[in-house]
């Protein structure tokens, strides 16, 4: 029977899904298949606008490289790296539905290109339409299994929908890809969590205890423990948590709560 999420589960997992679609870390990286249905190479004046969007964009002048860009496809509507980029920074100037229309089009003409699938499911997260950024994830994952993050997009869209089995199955093949992507193992340990493995929570949490501790994986640690009634355990946890800058009142009142039971028993 599957457990609905709890509240420190789905914040750890929304914590770890923005960091994992800035749109703006996007952007800089042209997709990694070809342009499909191009007949001809893409024009060198595109190209060169496409450049010069990208030099703007890590120079962080938005609003500059978004007009490059989309000069870059006047130019050249072949040009699947502008088209890629071009949308990329039209969520980062908060134009998710402009960039959802774009891509809607765009992809009719270029239906076999992961990154432009991957850039679409960001803007339909971006407008917090879940199950739509899950249809293009799922594409752009039929299309390029191992397009770089998109495991991890596909697990966390999948753990907000509760779909928790699935969810599971994209952050193993996360760690799996990245043993050190500490971000994924903290999410698998919520999913774990999620569905009442305590125990392979917490292996999972200690494995990315070694690679970079931080307030969130502390939470899921303490979450597990408590759940396994290993209250000391939980304690030192949630306190930990608490000293690497975790502030809700949830997770006081946990620290609190466990300090009372403790001292009475």
């Known amino acids: 029977m599957k457990r609905p999420p709890n509240f420190f589960f789905i914040f750890s997992l929304l914590s770890i899904l ?8 996007a952007c800089l990286a042209a997709p990694n298949s070809a342009a499909p249905n191009s007949a001809a190479p893409t024009s060198s004046r595109s190209m060169e606008l496409n450049e010069r969007g990208m030099l703007a964009l890590s120079q962080n002048e938005i609003n500059k490289a978004e007009e490059l860009f989309k000069q870059a496809l006047d130019a050249d509507s072949g040009n699947v790296s502008a088209a890629y980029n071009y949308a990329g920074a ?10 959802v229309s774009f891509l809607t ?12 699938f991957v850039i679409l ?22 299309l390029k299994p191992n397009y770089p993050g998109l495991p991890e997009k596909l ?21 799996k890809n990245n043993p050190k992507d500490s971000k994924a193992m903290t999410n698998l340990a919520n999913i774990l969590l999620a569905q009442a493995d305590a125990d392979e ?6 494995r990315a205890l070694q690679v970079r501790a931080s307030k969130e994986l502390y939470v ?22 608490v000293d690497l800058g975790e502030t809700r009142d949830e997770v006081k009142q946990k620290v609190s709560a466990l300090q009372e039971l403790i001292s009475k028993s």
């Open 155 to 175: 697990g966390t869209t999948y753990g907000l929908v509760n779909r928790l089995e699935d969810a599971e199955e994209m952050f193993r093949l996360a760690v």
């Open 105 to 116: 089009k765009y992809t009719k003409d270029y239906p076999k290109d992961a990154g432009l």
């Open 90 to 99: 039209l969520v980062t100037n908060k134009k998710q539905g402009q960039a």
């Open 18 to 25: 923005f960091v994992g679609l800035d749109p703006s870390g």
């Open 121 to 142: 499911g960001d803007a339909h997260f971006s407008s917090k339409r879940v199950p739509d950024a899950i249809k293009a994830y799922e594409q752009a994952y039929k």
């Open 220 to 241: 899921t640690l303490g979450s597990a423990y408590e759940m396994k009634r290993d209250f000391k355990n939980a304690l030192i946890s949630f306190q930990r948590a």
């Open 201 to 206: 929570a917490i292996a999972t949490a200690k």
